[in-house]
């Protein structure tokens, strides 16, 4: 199947989410998503307004993490972090779910937790990502966790926030396309830093993916577009 760049730059989520980053850095992470026409930014809470002030005039949406990396905000942080980020310019969020309680079994507990989020957001037009960390998960953990966030409302699952002990693997990106069903899509985080490595995730049922190596997956992208060989 023939792909365009912009297929490709519409699948990713430019990552600005190091805790080291400066504001020159954002800044400069803003220019590298304009420069693409990327999906989405996806930035720290603090990043949104400046997100929203360099990303004005484009295409480009602002996604803020909740509860990130860890997920072990209480329920109501989570959604007061949620307005926040809404208040000042996201239109998605990326929650990352309370990974100790579901690893704990309380599986209503993190029902409860996913969806004041996503209430929250659906009530102001926005949507929610819900980051599994699979690398801290059983496969039954990440089939119940793809359920749960389906109960509660979550448009995406996601595999990662890219700062636990592994990322994305094509393995867990099969087992939650089959595990929920075609009204949830799914976003892959976490390693993926080549073009090639982005069309397979794309392959195995992948809508959106997190990135910082987008200048390289781009450039990729154009050279073989300019050669008639951007397939997948």
Same mark, same amino acid.
């Given at each position: 199947?023939?792909?365009? /760049? ?5 699948? +990713? ?9 400066? +504001? ?12 693409? !026409?990327?999906?989405?930014? #996806?930035?720290?809470? #603090? ?11 484009? $295409? +480009?949406?602002?996604? @803020?993490? =909740?509860? *990130?990396?860890?997920? $072990? ?6 959604? *007061?972090?949620?307005?926040?980020? +809404? ?6 969020? !990326?929650?990352?779910?309370? %990974? ?6 309380? *599986? ?5 937790? %996913? ?11 926005? =949507? ?6 699979? #690398?801290?998960?059983? !496969? ?5 966790? #793809? ?16 700062? &636990? ?18 009204? /949830?899509? %799914?976003?892959?985080? &976490? ?9 397979? *995730? ?6 959106? %993916?997190? @990135?910082?190596?987008?200048?390289? =997956?781009?450039?990729?992208? =154009? ?10």
């Amino acid at each position: 199947m023939l792909l365009t /760049v912009k297929d490709i730059a519409k699948m +990713i989520d430019h990552s600005l989410l190091k805790p080291e980053l400066t +504001i020159k850095d954002v800044i400069e992470g803003c220019n590298v998503a304009k420069l693409y !026409d990327v999906a989405a930014v #996806c930035v720290r809470p #603090c990043d949104v307004k400046l997100a929203k002030e360099q990303l004005e005039g484009s $295409s +480009i949406k602002i996604a @803020a993490v =909740i509860g *990130f990396p860890h997920g $072990s905000n209480k329920t109501d942080i989570k959604v *007061f972090e949620a307005n926040t980020a +809404i208040d000042e310019g996201a239109t998605e969020l !990326d929650m990352v779910l309370n %990974i100790g309680r579901l690893r704990s079994l309380d *599986f209503e507990y993190v029902e409860h937790d %996913i969806r004041a989020v996503t209430d929250a957001a659906h009530a102001r037009n926005a =949507i929610v990502k819900v980051i599994l960390e699979n #690398c801290y998960l059983t !496969d039954e953990l990440k089939e119940q966790a #793809c359920r749960i966030a389906e109960r509660a409302g979550a448009d995406y699952v996601k595999t990662s926030t890219g700062y &636990g002990s592994g990322g994305a693997t094509l393995d867990d990106v099969r087992l939650m396309k089959r595990t929920v069903t075609q009204n /949830v899509r %799914i976003k892959a985080a &976490g390693g993926i830093r080549t073009l090639d490595a982005l069309l397979a *995730f794309k392959k195995a049922g992948v809508e959106r %993916i997190g @990135a910082t190596a987008t200048s390289v =997956i781009m450039e990729e992208a =154009i050279r073989r577009q300019n050669n008639g060989t951007l397939e997948y």
